[in-house]
């Protein structure tokens, strides 16, 4: 899928992605992971800061948060809520200065499709020495339950070049190979919910694949058929299961 579809799909969802992710709770839930790692005194650059949902909880606490997005659809949402403090602009082409940021963040933006590479490329040259670059992936810790272990082996068949992957194992040596530094996972959140391998089963055909992103196509149709049906051949699944995973911050540093 290029970038143009994935705009597309995400013009298409804005009005309600706020409410189908959590809505306000995720956000200041997100917003106060990021707020001990930021400096109140210098601003901060949110890339594909969508309907501006976590940049608006930010600003409520104290930060001068500048918001850029692809999706139009998204960014008008995000102007309601910050002004003109948002704009229209590419990860991968950031309109911005090199070497005048001194701290972005990303939250949910790298499963949802830019190229890992060539995001760190411009971050890489954005960040002044000594910046850093915040990320809240959107797998955070997955459960590896006998749900888990199904949906994700239809992930991998998904997406076997782990392009849509944004934990440190893929994120990383991404970083490293373009002079950043790893500083490891910060503000871990750990969260326990219930799940039947029934209720998995219905959100995979709700079309969004692990509350990831959203699976199009037939031949994806087909493997996600195929995991509906082997979640409904495990053992009792109608019960449900008591399931846990954690969301956390990666911490990139310019030197
Ligand atoms: C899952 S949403 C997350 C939005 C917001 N950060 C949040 O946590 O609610 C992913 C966002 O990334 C944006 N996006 C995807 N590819 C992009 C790119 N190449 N450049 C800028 N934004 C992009 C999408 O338009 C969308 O708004």
Do not use: N
């Amino acid at each position: 899928m290029g970038p143009t579809s994935e705009v597309a799909e995400f013009d298409e969802i804005a009005p309600d992605y706020d409410a189908s992710r959590g809505g306000t709770a995720r956000a200041a839930g997100f917003a106060g992971m990021l707020a001990p790692l930021l400096d109140p005194a210098r601003p901060v650059l949110d890339i594909g800061v969508g309907t501006g949902i976590v940049a608006a909880e930010l600003t409520a606490l104290g930060h001068s948060v500048q918001g850029l997005d692809l999706s139009p659809g998204m960014l008008a949402l995000a102007r309601a809520r910050l002004g003109s403090r948002v704009a229209v602009a590419d990860a991968c082409r950031l309109p911005v200065r090199t070497g005048s940021v001194s701290q972005a963040v990303s939250t949910w933006l790298l499963h949802a499709g830019p190229d890992h590479g060539r995001v760190f490329d411009e971050v890489a040259r954005v960040l002044r020495p000594g910046g850093r670059y915040l990320v809240i992936p959107a797998g955070g810790t997955r459960p590896t339950d006998d749900i888990g272990l199904v949906v994700g082996a239809l992930e991998e068949r998904l997406d076997p070049d782990r392009t849509r992957q944004d934990g440190p194992w893929t994120l990383a040596p991404i970083a490293e190979a373009r002079g950043l530094v790893y500083r490891g996972r910060a503000s871990e959140r750990p969260m326990t919910f219930r799940l039947s391998a029934r209720d998995m089963a219905r959100s995979l055909s709700g079309g969004l694949f692990t509350g990831a992103w959203a699976v199009r196509g037939a031949e994806a149709g087909r493997l996600v058929e195929e995991t509906r049906e082997r979640l409904l051949a495990l053992p009792d699944p109608d019960v449900e299961r008591v399931r846990e995973m954690a969301d956390y911050v990666m911490v990139f540093a310019k030197p």
